[in-house]
């Protein structure tokens, strides 16, 4: 009897146990409300209604936004997500190429994208892209003086009203300076643009391109809009004091505080990256004509 009775109390024992065990799973099976999960969800595209389908060259770009410039002049802006599909000349990218293309993705590149609606505002469902254009806008991200003196410019986003012309020759660049956050043209630059002009009025079938820089100072939206007011501000000048033709000159961008001349680590060197480039060309179907 003895036996037995610490038989029954050891099943007891294990009876509870288990109880107890089954308990706990279950109330840990069950969402507690004080759990705070943080990020924002992929949404997805199943879900989502149909957006309009945007042509245009990418004006800017700030983290997963990008802002798509149409030729009447109309801005979109637009979220890239990583269930966004590109795709270049050679088809879709997917992978560690598709993040390479996202990160790609430079002002002054002609694209295609197909949108789709969401609350957070238009996501890309697919954009698609030429490799020449790919091409060029890293040029143009990369070039310096000397570099446009060795490469073409040519992108269907830098044709202006010059038809089919896509190949360019550079003859000459030249630079003009701006303070520190400021896109007003100092009484040396304006006299130095019209110079160019002049310059570029005696080059047969000359085309300008003009490119706004910046220096490091300010966060990357700021520079953005900074770069493309200086370029608009050479236009401008060049246009209505120098009287160059609108007709002769390619889409201008800007291009922030990439390609920098110097250092930004010295005044020196942000001073020079303070800039607006302008570069002649002439069309190589048209060189030497």
């Given at each position: 009897m003895h036996i037995n009775s610490k038989r029954a109390g050891m099943a007891v024992l294990l009876g509870l146990l288990c109880t107890t065990t089954s308990t706990l799973v279950s109330a840990q099976q069950q969402s507690d409300p004080t759990i705070v999960v943080?990020?924002?969800?992929?949404?997805?595209?199943?879900?989502?209604?149909?957006?309009?389908?945007?042509?245009?060259?990418?004006?800017?770009?700030?983290?997963?936004?990008?802002?798509?410039?149409?030729?009447?002049?109309?801005?979109?802006t637009i979220i890239v997500t990583d269930a966004t599909q590109i795709k270049s000349g050679g088809g879709f990218l997917s992978g560690s190429r598709a993040k390479i293309a996202a990160n790609g993705l430079l002002n002054g590149l002609p694209v295609t994208v197909k949108t789709l609606q969401s609350a957070s505002g238009l996501v890309a469902s697919h954009i698609t892209f030429k490799n020449n254009d790919m091409k060029t806008a890293t040029?143009?991200?990369?070039?310096?003086?000397?570099?446009?003196?060795?490469?073409?410019?040519?992108?269907e986003a830098l044709r202006g009203r010059m038809g089919d012309i896509d190949k360019y020759n550079i003859k000459s660049t030249a630079n003009v300076y701006f303070d520190t956050g400021k896109a007003?043209?100092?009484?040396?630059?304006?006299?130095?643009l019209c110079s160019t002009a002049a310059t570029a009025e005696a080059t047969e079938n000359a085309l300008m391109l003009v490119v706004g820089y910046t220096d490091s100072v300010g966060d990357d939206e700021y520079n953005q809009q900074l770069s493309e007011k200086r370029a608009r501000s050479v236009i401008n000048y060049l246009q209505q004091a120098c009287r160059w033709k609108p007709y002769r000159m390619l889409t201008p961008t800007g291009m922030a505080e990439s390609d920098p001349l110097a250092s930004n680590d010295t005044e020196e060197g942000k001073a020079q990256n303070r800039r607006v480039s302008v570069n002649i060309l002439v069309s190589k179907s048209l060189d030497g004509i």
């Open positions: 943080d990020g924002t969800p992929i949404e997805d595209f199943a879900t989502l209604a149909k957006g309009p389908e945007i042509k245009g060259i990418i004006s800017a770009r700030s983290g997963e936004k990008i802002k798509v410039t149409t030729a009447a002049g109309a801005n979109t040029m143009i991200r990369n070039g310096t003086a000397q570099q446009f003196d060795e490469q073409t410019a040519a992108t007003m043209l100092s009484a040396q630059a304006k006299e130095e």
